[in-house]
């Protein structure tokens, strides 16, 4: 007798058949759509779209706040990762909890707390411009959105690492003489290695995505607070399709490219681990 | 959680302590305690006349309804893609698992874009489902369709992984006992799926009530029919309508805490059974 679904079954090759369409219908062509629409005109149009001043100045500044928010993370995150692993303190489980709520709540939520902190009304922002500081409509704004979506990858990508790693190792080379920092450099780094990077470039492709929560921040000036993200939707909204195809479609191959990198990156750490 | 035996009982650190205590604060404390500090000072009558003004329960109206289909249709998909992605051996089935979680790469706002592309008035299909009197962009299949695109992963990738660990043996046993494929399915592998299941639908209706930048663009949030509670709030918020903002926010804050506390419980029981 056959396991219960073996490929040659009728109704198997109906189930595959079915998953297969809702993919190819959902995920797939839209992504066909985003290339076909981005490349019509030829790759000197999607060049020209895409280094056009105010889209080329969107997706610099897309790229250098979420670099700067991936190394922020990749330091800090690992920090808390660290310290939640490590050591035992009250309130140690709320932490861990805390740290997932940004996966859960909905980025404009995020952009409506960021304004209500920093916004000029608040006591906060008022006192930050007060010396020379500007932080809502600015881009430092767009940093701490960036921080509160992408808080969670970089702890949740190290912790599981930390907390399987031996801790035998690390006693034998400090029993050996080992500083904290070569033990560190020698022993810790090339476990959490790979989850480190694979966290950081986790972050890095979900802040080149964030609207919701700059959409409300930044004031979306172009060519200073104006993201990638939201150049695309006002060139939808002024109904120039074709040019926020172009961008769209190389933000999403970057992205992709990105994704699949820290996938590879997290496979490779397991497998050494192992 | 696994991590309890390898902490120490040391306490930490003041420098580590100081250090995430920051990031943490910066990033994720400060802007939550933020909207709970703006909300209280708001007022709760007036957070209560935002929230029950015509607008705003139409609003939440529809994001609850979304949700809803959001999770009907993502536990048959769910089914489906564990049952030929864990069960099932053929070409491309890497590709396919691969394919499940392109949607978590992609900004929101590319998504609405690429919808646009296909379903816009000089799309792909717009004009042919038009003469057809059906309209999808600025109306509420876009937004059905936005949503499903956004919350595809979540419940496909929880039951996928559990069926993976837990391998086909039960099932190769039922059907060596006299069971048939229907009979295995609902007593073995479904009941299996069940804890996979429920934090799929967890995460699915979190997914689909924070959805933002896919439903903007593919609604248009037009006044009256295709609001949904975010887009209501990013309305809201330009109009200096700060009731229906923030309590609209909270009741979105409040919804998605709770749907990720029920995740955590659901996890650690799973965790616990094996």
């Known amino acids: ?274 | 959680m696994p991590d309890l035996a390898a902490s120490s009982k040391r306490p930490p650190p003041w420098a580590l302590r100081i250090l995430v205590l920051t990031y943490l604060t910066i990033f994720l404390f400060a802007p939550l305690l933020a909207l709970g500090v703006e909300s209280f000072r708001e007022g709760a009558l007036s957070l209560w006349q935002g929230i029950t003004e015509p607008e705003s329960l139409l609003a939440l109206r529809n994001s609850f309804l979304l949700a809803a289909i959001a999770v009907v249709l993502n536990v048959l998909f769910g089914i489906a893609a564990g049952l030929v992605i864990a069960r099932q051996r053929f070409w491309g089935r890497a590709l396919l698992d691969g394919l499940i979680e392109v949607p978590l790469a992609l900004s929101p706002v590319m998504v609405g874009l690429a919808f646009i592309l296909i379903f816009g008035r000089t799309g792909w299909l717009g004009p042919w489902l038009s003469q057809f009197g059906v309209r999808v962009i600025f109306s509420f299949p876009g937004l059905i369709i936005a949503t499903l695109f956004v919350t595809v992963p979540f419940t496909a990738r929880e039951v996928i992984h559990v069926l993976s660990e837990i391998g086909e043996e039960e099932e190769m046993a039922a059907t060596t006992l006299g069971a048939s494929r229907w009979q295995t399915f609902w007593h073995v592998t479904l009941p299996n799926m069940r804890g996979a299941l429920s934090c799929g639908i967890s995460l699915t209706a979190a997914r689909a009530l924070g959805e933002f930048g896919a439903v903007l663009i593919m609604g248009g949030a037009i006044t009256g029919s295709t609001h949904t509670a975010t887009t209501w709030i990013f309305t809201a918020v330009d109009e200096r309508n700060n009731g229906a903002a923030l309590g609209l926010s909270l009741v979105l804050g409040l919804c998605s805490v709770a749907l990720l506390l029920l995740v955590e419980k659901l996890r650690a029981r799973a965790h616990e059974r094996r």
Do not use: C
């Open chain 1, 1 to 274: 007798m056959r396991p219960a679904l073996t490929p040659t079954s009728r109704w198997s090759l109906l189930l595959r058949g079915a998953v297969i369409a809702w993919m190819l219908l959902l995920v797939v062509l839209p992504l066909v759509a985003l290339a076909i629409h981005g490349l019509r005109s030829g790759v000197p149009f999607f060049w020209a779209a895409i280094t056009e001043p105010q889209a080329k100045d969107a997706v610099a500044l897309t790229l250098w706040t979420a670099l700067l928010i991936s190394l922020i993370n990749a330091v800090l995150g690992t920090a808390t990762a660290w310290l939640i692993t490590r050591y035992r303190f009250r309130g140690r489980r709320l932490l861990a909890t805390l740290i997932d709520l940004p996966l859960a709540i909905p980025t404009l939520v995020t952009g409506i707390m960021l304004v209500v902190l920093f916004g000029p009304m608040s006591p906060l922002g008022a006192w930050f411009e007060g010396h020379g500081i500007y932080v809502a409509f600015h881009s430092p704004i767009i940093v701490l959105a960036l921080g509160f979506v992408t808080l969670p990858f970089s702890v949740r990508m190290v912790q599981p690492v930390l907390a399987d790693m031996d801790r035998a190792e690390e006693e034998a080379a400090a029993s050996l003489g080992a500083s904290r920092l070569v033990t560190f450099l020698r022993i810790i780094w090339p476990s959490i290695g790979p989850a480190v990077l694979g966290g950081a470039l986790q972050t890095f492709a979900r802040a080149m995505a964030e609207f919701g929560s700059i959409v409300v921040v930044s004031g979306n000036v172009p060519h200073e607070t104006l993201t990638a993200p939201v150049y695309i939707y006002g060139q939808v909204e002024s109904g120039d399709s074709h040019g926020a195809a172009a961008v769209a479609l190389a933000l999403v191959t970057l992205s992709l490219l990105v994704t699949l990198f820290s996938k590879l990156m997290v496979r490779w750490g397991v497998r050494r681990h192992a």
